[in-house]
T-cell receptor, first 114, second 110 residues
Framework: ETGVTQSPTHLIKTRGQQVTLRCSSQ?????VSWYQQALGQGPQFIFQ???????GRGNFPPRFSGLQFPNYSSELNVNALELDDSALYLC?????????????FGNGTRLTVT | GESVGLHLPTLSVQEGDNSIINCAYS??????FIWYKQESGKGPQFIID?????DKRQGQRVTVLLNKTVKHLSLQIAATQPGDSAVYFC?????????FGAGTRLTVKP
């Protein structure tokens, strides 16, 4: 069974730039969620994709956007990067919309905005 | 607002002792809870979950207790080992997302 994989592992960007983070879900999982984890805090929900449609969104501005592909892999795009976007970005996959089923996380992408 | 929180930010225990990590939640409508373990440089790892129609659930060396009356969740780790050192998060379901607390750092002393 292949777990959740994310790329890249680390990334350094300049304020105002755009970034794309990628995620391959665990085999058999059709739902992908993205979380932002600031240093010393718990993960915060960005959004979820189920069957290639956004299925829920947290309190993040529209410059955070995503995609899910037919093979259930996913991308997180962040435009107009701000210094506060520096964080660990976590992707998690789950079954059938993710309601009352465990999230399985990748090891994240560490984004630094300078 | 409603939130998931933890009573203690840090916990230090002796190797071999039992550990108890606590969590308070305030959304009485939450019906599913998960405990995660996060080691340095890694993503959160699923430990155990519990639905609101249960009071207790056991796994390998871990037990989760749910007290809906006082909206309290706890994770008990038996015979704590050095490999258990990590940050532990409780999370509650909020529709399509899980709401995480800030975490408790567990340190196991040899």
């Amino acid at each position: 069974e292949t777990g959740v994989t994310q790329s890249p592992t680390h990334l350094i960007k300049t304020r105002g730039q755009q970034v794309t983070l990628r995620c391959s879900s665990q085999s058999g999982h059709n739902t992908v969620s993205w979380y932002q984890q600031a240093l010393g805090q718990g993960p915060q929900f960005i959004f979820q994709y189920y069957r290639e449609e956004e299925n829920g969104r947290g309190n993040f501005p529209p410059r955070f956007s995503g995609l899910q592909f037919p093979n259930y892999s996913s991308e997180l795009n962040v435009n107009a990067l701000e210094l506060d976007d520096s964080a660990l970005y976590l992707c998690a996959s789950s079954l059938e919309g993710g309601v009352r089923s465990p999230l399985h996380f990748g090891n994240g992408t560490r984004l630094t905005v300078t | 607002g409603e939130s998931v929180g933890l009573h203690l930010p840090t916990l230090s225990v002796q190797e071999g002792d039992n550990s108890i990590i606590n969590c308070a939640y305030s959304n009485s409508a939450s019906d599913y809870f998960i405990w995660y373990k996060q080691e340095s440089g890694k993503g959160p790892q699923f430990i155990i979950d519990i639905r609101s129609n249960m009071d207790k659930r056991q796994g390998q060396r871990v037990t989760v207790l749910l007290n809906k009356t006082v909206k309290h969740l706890s994770l008990q780790i038996a015979a704590t080992q050095p490999g258990d050192s990590a940050v532990y998060f409780c999370a509650e379901n909020r529709g399509h997302d899980m709401r995480f607390g800030a975490g408790t750092r567990l340190t196991v002393k040899p």
